[in-house]
């Protein structure tokens, strides 16, 4: 519906001539002759302001605007808007578009500038990067008109106020989403990964062909239909993928402008299509002082629609977790053999010494994969030249994280618990390289 807020305002073009009318005003007063030449100047800037609010008014459904939105955004990806605009006016006009976008992007001099042609329809898209998850409320779209005299303006709001929810990132649930059937896993910075010996989940008994392996030959059904035939076997499937998530305070640390818990929630989402794409099943919760957003490992068609409904309305206020709790609660509520895929963060070694004791709890009946993020702010640090003593010691400092990092790795090993350190961008191909590492050499 069309709504005019303010029927017009005066551009500064107009300000502008005014104001070399004033002047040539003052210094009439010097030069006498030049008062002709300030009342015939007023004389014009009065009629072409006058025709320009003709020309822009005489019409009284000037333009028309609409925005169209996505059914949801996606967490820490560009998502695109479409304006579309249809000017009713016989001849060309210069537009100016205010979008009231919310406000958690924090852009208050957005505006678009174009030129429409005469009695057309034009279109133009713009991307929006939302970096938290929940309800993004758009305000009006606001459209100013102005003619080839520039003058006058002419405001028409449209009052489309309208909400869209921001979820996990399912642009990269779709862009790794056949990965998890396909042979060509290497083409998207997947490795591939060399099978150790076979699982022992039977499929078919087959003729033998050239190139299978001689151990799996089955001699009674060799023996009966006098030709050589092999067993044939499989993935082991339907076994339980768990993404688990803590949502405290050393999730909080910001890259790009998305939280570390945000890099989480996304690659959990990946991982959990991976998992069901691979006939396991797939499940997720959150942890900080409680366990909470549980979904229980299945395999049912409503299960990626239920986790991407967690995930979406995980919210934290980033206290210390409890590592305690996560350790009873998987205890007492998986009962089967799975695989914990567990998004947290270590700074230091004494941050992974208190709670190594609830880590080991979970690897005794579970296959625990901790991931963890390296600092990536450290990196300049670390590779710049150090010119100053101050330099020297913070790089001295940056490089004794960057290894305790690496020391993490190497103390979970110790106990046979497998880690994925790795950078945040590069966290959810990591954890698909770990996954599919586990799978082939049939870990779980």
Request: hydrophobic letters at 45%; one cysteine or more.
């Amino acid at each position: 519906m069309l709504k005019r807020i303010k029927p017009f305002y005066i551009k500064n073009r107009f300000f502008y001539a005014c104001l070399g009318i004033i002047v040539f005003f003052v210094l009439s007063f010097v030069f006498p002759r030049w008062f002709n030449i300030v009342k015939l100047l007023l004389l014009v800037l009065l009629t072409f302001s006058f025709l320009d609010v003709l020309i822009l008014f005489f019409t009284k459904k000037g333009l028309v605007a609409e925005r169209k939105l996505p059914e949801k955004f996606s967490n820490g990806d560009p998502n695109q808007i479409v304006l579309t605009l249809e000017n009713y006016y016989a001849f060309p006009v210069f537009v100016q578009i205010i979008d009231e976008i919310p406000v958690q992007f924090q852009v208050r001099n957005f505006k678009i500038n174009r030129k429409l042609d005469a009695s057309s329809i034009s279109s133009l898209e713009y991307e929006l990067r939302p970096v938290e998850r929940g309800e993004y409320h758009f305000g009006k779209l606001n459209v100013y008109v102005s003619s080839i005299f520039g003058l006058i303006a002419r405001r028409f709001s449209f009052d489309d106020a309208a909400m869209v929810p921001t979820y996990p990132s399912f642009m990269q649930l779709r862009k790794y989403d056949l990965l998890a059937i396909s042979n060509n896993l290497h083409q998207y910075g997947i490795k591939k990964i060399r099978r150790i010996g076979h699982t022992m989940e039977f499929e078919q008994i087959k003729d033998y062909v050239i190139g299978d392996d001689l151990r799996t030959i089955n001699w009674k059904a060799t023996a009966k239909k006098s030709q050589l035939m092999v067993n044939q076997y499989q993935d082991e499937k339907a076994q339980p993928v768990y993404s688990v998530i803590d949502k405290g305070r050393v999730m909080k640390m910001p890259f790009d402008n998305l939280t570390l818990l945000d890099y989480a929630i996304n690659a959990a989402l990946v991982i959990s299509n991976v998992a069901l794409k691979k006939q396991d099943k797939a499940g997720i919760f959150s942890f900080s002082k409680k366990v909470e957003n549980i979904v229980v490992a299945e395999r049912r068609t409503s299960q990626m629609n239920l986790i991407m409904e967690n995930l979406y309305n995980i919210n934290t206020d980033f206290f210390e977790s409890d590592f305690s709790r996560l350790y009873a609660d998987i205890k007492r509520n998986i009962t089967q053999r799975s695989l914990i895929l567990l998004y947290t963060n270590f700074e230091t070694l004494d941050g992974l010494y208190r709670q190594l004791p609830y880590l080991k709890g979970i690897a005794k009946n579970h296959l625990l994969v901790v991931i963890f993020f390296k600092n990536t702010e450290l990196n300049a640090l670390i590779t710049n030249k150090a010119e100053t003593i101050q330099q020297v010691y913070d790089k001295v400092i940056a490089e004794k994280f960057a290894f305790e990092k690496r020391l993490i790795v190497n103390e979970l090993k110790k106990y046979g618990i497998y880690s994925i350190l790795t950078t945040p961008e590069n966290l959810t191909l990591d954890t698909i390289n770990k996954y599919l590492e586990i799978k082939a050499r049939g870990l779980l």
